[in-house]
C-alpha cells in the first residue's frame, strides 16, 4: 500500500511539474499574420480592435524580421522555428519539399521539421488549418498534414473562411494569413492614407476571426497570436530600416498577462516555438526558436536582459510621393519637414551639412526653408537611447536649371 501510495504521489508531483513548465489549459492557438504591417504602422492607424488585445494581452513592438525583410523567409521562419540558414527560404522563389538545400535535419519527406509537422507526430488526432490570402503561403505548406488549406481571393473572403472553420471544427491550431496591408504599402507607400485604411480595415478582419473564437465557445482555452512578417519603407521592403524590421506581436487569450509590454527580445522564428510551448509539444533540437515566456501569467523575464540602450524608430521626411530617396529637386527653395516617429518619445535631432546628428545638434521644432542644395540629416535621442540616421538631399536650382 506504501509503495502504491509513493508511486501515486510521485506521479503526481511529476504532473505538477509538468505544468509549471508550461502555460495551463491552452488548448487551441490561432496566428493571425498580418503581411506589411510595421509597427510604426500599426501605431498611426486607427485599430480600436487591435488596441482593446494590446490592453487585455502582452505584447511587443520590436518582433525582429528575419533577412531578408521580404515574405517567404519571414512566414516560413514562424512555421519552421529557424532561420534560412537552417531552412534555405532566402528568397520569395523558396518553397516546401524542394530538396536543393542541405538542411541541418530532415523529416521523413524531405523537409525541415514545421510546426504542423510537430503538432501531426505529438498530437496525431488534431484539428490543424492554414487559411491564406498570398498564393505564396501555399508554398511552405505540407499540404498532407493539414486538415484544411484554402487560399483566398480577397482579405474578407480569408477572414470568413477561417471564422467558419473555426465555428465548425475548433482547431488546435490554425494560421490565417492577410495580405492587403502589403498590397496597400507597395501600391501607395507605406504610412500613406490607403496603407493606414488598409491597417484600419484588417482591424475589423481580425475582429471577425476573435468573434468566432468566441462563438465557437473555445475563448477560454484558445491562446491569439497576431503578429506582421515584414514592415516598409516608401513602396517596398526587403532592406534594413527600422519600420522593415520591426513588427508587433500580440498574445492574447487564456494564461497571458494583461496590459503587459514584453521585454524579451522576440524573432520571426520564435512564433513556432510560441505555439509548441502552449500546446505542450516538445520542439525539435534543430529548431532556433525559443518560446516568448514572459507574455504568460506565472513566467518571468529572463534573467540575462541585454538592456543597456535602447534602438529608437527612426523619424522621417515628409513626403507627398512615399518615393524614395527623401527630398528631391526643387526651384529656388525647398521646405523641410521632419515627421517624429509614431508611439516613440524623444527629441528629433539634425544636420544640414550632412553629417551625423549628436546630442548636440539643433533640435527640429518647426519646417525650414533652404535655398541651396543641402544634405540633412535626422535621427531621435531619448534619455535611454537614439535611432541610426536617416538623409535627405535636396538639390535647388534657379529658374534656368542650374544648381544652387
Excluded at 491552452?26 to 498611426?44: K, M, P, Q, R
Aim: contains cysteine; proline residues 6%.
Amino acid at each position: 500500500m506504501k509503495r502504491i501510495l509513493a508511486i501515486t504521489l510521485c506521479a503526481a508531483l511529476a504532473a505538477c511539474q509538468l505544468q509549471s513548465r508550461y502555460p495551463r489549459g491552452i488548448e487551441h492557438v490561432v496566428v493571425i499574420g498580418i503581411d506589411g504591417l510595421s509597427s510604426t504602422g500599426l501605431h498611426a492607424s486607427a485599430t480600436p480592435f487591435l488596441d482593446s488585445l494590446l490592453r487585455r494581452g502582452a505584447y511587443s513592438y520590436t518582433a525582429r524580421c528575419i533577412l531578408p525583410s521580404v515574405s517567404t523567409p519571414n512566414w516560413n521562419a514562424m512555421l519552421c522555428g529557424a532561420g534560412p540558414e537552417a531552412t534555405g527560404a532566402i528568397d520569395n522563389s523558396w518553397h516546401a519539399n524542394d530538396f536543393d538545400f542541405p538542411y541541418p535535419v530532415m523529416s521523413r519527406d524531405r523537409s525541415f521539421p514545421n510546426i504542423f509537422r510537430i503538432l501531426r507526430e505529438q498530437r496525431p488526432e488534431a484539428e490543424l488549418g492554414a487559411i491564406y490570402q498570398w498564393g505564396g503561403f501555399a508554398d511552405m505548406l505540407e499540404r498532407s498534414l493539414l486538415n484544411e488549406s484554402k487560399s483566398c481571393a480577397s482579405q474578407l473572403e480569408a477572414a470568413q473562411q477561417a471564422a467558419e472553420y473555426i465555428t465548425a471544427k475548433k482547431p488546435t491550431f490554425l494560421f490565417v494569413q492577410l495580405d492587403d496591408v502589403d498590397h496597400a504599402g507597395h501600391e501607395s507607400g507605406h504610412l500613406s492614407p490607403d496603407y493606414l485604411h488598409a491597417v484600419g480595415e484588417v482591424d475589423g478582419h481580425v475582429r471577425l476571426i476573435v468573434d468566432a473564437i468566441h462563438s465557437a465557445g473555445i475563448a477560454d482555452n484558445t491562446l491569439i497570436i497576431v503578429v506582421g512578417d515584414h514592415g516598409g519603407v516608401f513602396h517596398g521592403h526587403g532592406g534594413i530600416a527600422y519600420d522593415e524590421l520591426n513588427t508587433p506581436i500580440i498574445f492574447a487569450g487564456k494564461g497571458v498577462k494583461q496590459g503587459y509590454a514584453i521585454q524579451q527580445t522576440i524573432y520571426k522564428y520564435d512564433l513556432a516555438a510560441d505555439v509548441a510551448f502552449a500546446l505542450r509539444l516538445k520542439a525539435p533540437q534543430a529548431w532556433t526558436g525559443r518560446p516568448t515566456k514572459p507574455a504568460y501569467a506565472g513566467f518571468d523575464e529572463p534573467d540575462n536582459l541585454w538592456q543597456e540602450v535602447d534602438v529608437l524608430p527612426s523619424p522621417r521626411f515628409a513626403s507627398q510621393t512615399f518615393q524614395p530617396p527623401y527630398g528631391g529637386t526643387f526651384v529656388d527653395s525647398a521646405t523641410v519637414a521632419i515627421l517624429p516617429p509614431e508611439g516613440v518619445q524623444g527629441v528629433v535631432r539634425y544636420t544640414t551639412d550632412g553629417s551625423t546628428p549628436t546630442t548636440e545638434s539643433p533640435a527640429y521644432a518647426a519646417p525650414f526653408t533652404v535655398d541651396t542644395t543641402t544634405v540633412v540629416c535626422a535621427k531621435l535621442f531619448s534619455d535611454n537611447g537614439e535611432s541610426v540616421k536617416v538623409k535627405a538631399v535636396y538639390e535647388i536650382t534657379n529658374s534656368n536649371g542650374g544648381k544652387r
